[in-house]
């Protein structure tokens, strides 16, 4: 174990933190992707006048306890429930929502080409989503986001297959926002999906073109005949059919002031993707890459890590971060930008264990 120090107390609180936060992830996952329509409209309106609480604070309170959290027997549970779904469970502004520009602009039709599908699906008043990337606090808590409304919402979707690509909701909006933000000069974007990236950064008056990568054919008919003619500056848009791998390596002569890239679903299909991109950069030194969700992708990694060194065995990621001096160089090394540094070098295989 090259970790000397990994018994000591500071190491220790490290990994009893990392503990918690999986099973805060394990809580909200859980609820999310099994039964995000169980806290009803009636429980939250039963809460608040019963307890005097907001709309929000019912709502936290009604799925901490659907994720088997004893709030009022458990003194554990009620510390959890502040520490994680307080900071990590909000009530969204639907009508925000229907004010984003795209939104507002891009109307779409129910079309079907190949596997792929353009629509609408509905958000139920009260039902649980994911509102945005993961919330890093400086006490080292990496809190989940859920969101609700407190009425129906009807999402733009993508599917392939009946699988969701993409979908105009409060997630996508606040994932991409700083992404957008941050851009200027020509810009490369690595997938598709709606257009909702391309769309918002061709608004840009310091955007000067937008060029998508997209492999898929069908998607990209789609989106020429149903989207791309809604865009108010489609004369910046251009669509690639290419691998996102292939173009990346070749693009470094071409001039991009910034590539971004969001061509999985989640962390789960995304880490290797991410860290097989990561190992591109080099080849466009001039070219600033943004990742979808990063902050989440790297949550992943220094999970692996902090297993590892739980676990007092070698793998991929201490391989990776090599030789460490003691407690505050881990702690540099497994930070948002030391993992970020690290990921070109980090090997596949972590995303391949049991």
Known sequence: MPLA???????????????????????????????????SGEDVEALTRECGVTEEEAYR??????????????????????????????RLDAAA???????????????RQGEWTLGYKRIEAYEAFVSADMLL???????????????PFE???????????????????????????????????FGLGLGYYAFMAARKPEVTRVTVIERDPSVIALFREHILPAFENAEKVSVVEEDAYEYAAHMGGQGYDYAYVDIWHDVLDGVEMYLKMKRLEALSPGTR????????????????ALMEIAEKKDGPMIEAIGPVKGFEDLKRALSQEGLRRLAPRIPLEVTRRD
Not at 62 to 75: E, R, T
Not at 97 to 111: K, T
Not at 289 to 296: C, G, N, R, V
């Open 289 to 304: 890459f943004l990742y979808w969700i990063e902050t989440s992708m790297l949550c992943w990694l220094r999970g692996m």
């Open 155 to 189: 999402a733009p979707v993508v599917t392939q297959n009946g699988r969701e690509w993409m979908t105009v909701t409060p997630s996508e909006l606040s994932t991409v926002t700083a992404d957008i933000q941050a851009v200027s000069g020509k810009v490369a974007v």
């Open 61 to 90: 309170l009604l799925m901490a306890s659907a994720c088997g959290l004893d709030i009022a027997g458990d003194p554990w549970a009620r510390k959890m429930a502040e520490r994680y779904f307080r900071p990590g469970v909000h």
């Open 97 to 111: 929502c229907r004010a984003d520009p795209y939104y507002a602009s891009v109307r779409l039709p129910q079309a």
């Open 5 to 39: 120090f990994a018994g000591d107390d500071a190491t220790k609180a490290l990994l009893d933190l990392a503990e918690e936060n999986l099973r805060a992830l394990e809580w909200f996952s859980g609820y999310l992707n099994l039964c995000p329509r169980f806290v």
């Open 137 to 151: 606090l400086p006490d080292g808590r990496e809190v989940p986001q859920a969101g609700f409304f407190n009425e």
